[in-house]
């Protein structure tokens, strides 16, 4: 059954598709005897589906990485999503939850600070309150019997400033307790009986540092408690070629890989160029913004960066591999048909280090044999000589 398939094909592939190209291949053939470079007047090689298997095609589009620029940079933390968790108020470090290497959410409470600036800030509240309801109740007394011409217009007059003054002293006693931390009027009868100060998250990520225990006393100092990084994106600085610099521009795609995921590839785009070219290696600095689902690069690991070049996607490439020369002339394969190829002349001029740039000779869409060139050139020599 399997042999009877194989049969099929290979007779549709050596007889029915090409028999109305042989028939313009003759005529072309006999209008331009002289000629011989034209693509059609290439004779067909022909191969059995097994030698198809050896062989790569690849379908040439506009997309094809051409011109790149390639460097390499380290895994570094995104420094505009880092958090440094300075202590809100002197105190004592209480219910201390988190580890290094702890995954926090925002919002989530990192611990407590038990602080006497707190207790006296939430002592000064309640006493602004108490004072306020006092001076309401003076003020409606004294309107009443201002009403009843029993108070003098002055003795109203200051229990309506006293009723201001003590309004405006709540305002300022809650301003003090936001600025520490505390919203006034939920947390203030708890708090209250503790004077504890919930530290909060302020981003989601991991904790990658921690210099505090729990019961040690803390000053309004400038180390940070706890440094939180979020790792859903990295930043990797690479160095780049002077030469290559007019060719980057930021926000352009640029793809990585890690030694550590050598299949993998992660999407990033230039976030910053460096002003300074450095002496020694006459690169510059290029900060590239990484995507990282699931934080899988760390920083620290050592990573190749590929940076597509926009002129890159208009223009055709192929594999160097694709392309072969006789008699001082370029060629490569090209499918015509299920298991036909033809040679065409074709023009290249340099693009990377393995792909030719299309000068002439060929279309988005053509289908070239990428691997395996070698086969048809020995297949052609063979029945080159039959035609
Ligand atoms: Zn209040």
Not at 44 to 67: G, H, M, N, W, Y
Not at 212 to 238: C, H, K, M
């Amino acid at each position: 059954m399997k042999r009877r398939t194989v049969v099929v094909l290979a007779f549709c592939g050596a007889f029915v598709l090409p028999a109305c190209r042989a028939g313009a291949r003759s005529a072309e053939q006999s209008a331009s005897p002289a000629e011989g470079t034209s693509k059609s007047s290439n004779p067909e090689v022909r191969l059995d589906p097994s030698q198809l298997k050896q062989v790569r095609i690849e379908e040439l589009s506009t997309f094809a990485p051409a011109d790149v620029i390639k460097a390499t940079g380290t895994v570094e933390f995104n420094a505009d999503r880092m958090a440094r968790i300075l202590p809100p108020v002197p105190g004592q470090v209480q219910d201390l939850a988190v580890n290094a290497g702890d995954s926090v959410r925002k919002s989530d409470v990192l611990f407590v600070l038990r602080s006497r600036e707190v207790a006296a800030a939430i002592a000064d509240h309640l006493a602004s309150h108490k004072d306020l309801e006092l001076a309401e109740k003076t003020f409606a007394m004294t309107q009443d019997l201002f009403e009843h011409d029993a108070a003098s217009r002055i003795a109203m007059q200051q229990s309506e400033n006293e009723l201001a003054k003590s309004r405006a002293k709540v305002e300022q006693t809650e301003e003090v307790l936001q600025v520490l931390g505390l919203d006034a009027h939920t947390e203030e009868d708890a708090a209250h009986l503790q004077s504890r100060v919930p530290v909060r998250a302020p981003i989601g990520g991991i904790v990658i540092e921690r210099t505090v225990t729990n019961g040690q006393f803390v000053g309004p100092e400038n180390t940070p408690l706890l440094v939180i990084a979020d790792l859903s994106t990295v930043w990797v600085e690479a160095g780049v070629f002077e030469r290559d610099l007019r060719h980057i521009n930021a926000g352009q795609k640029a793809d990585v890989t890690a030694a550590a995921y050598p299949n993998d590839h992660f999407n990033a785009q230039v976030a910053r160029i460096g002003a300074v070219i450095d002496a020694q290696t006459r690169t510059a600095k290029v900060r590239f913004l990484v995507a990282n689902p699931n934080a899988r690069l760390k920083p620290g690991m050592y990573t190749s960066m590929t940076l597509y070049l926009p002129e890159s996607s208009s223009s055709l490439t192929l594999p160097a591999k694709a392309v072969f020369v006789e008699n001082s002339r370029t060629f490569a394969y090209v499918q015509t048909g299920p298991l036909a190829f033809s040679r065409r002349e074709i023009e290249t001029a340099a693009g990377s280090s393995d792909r030719l740039r299309v000068v002439r000779g060929l279309e988005p869409g053509d289908r070239v044999v990428a691997d395996g060139v070698l086969l048809l050139r020995q297949l052609d020599s063979d029945t080159g000589g039959d035609r």
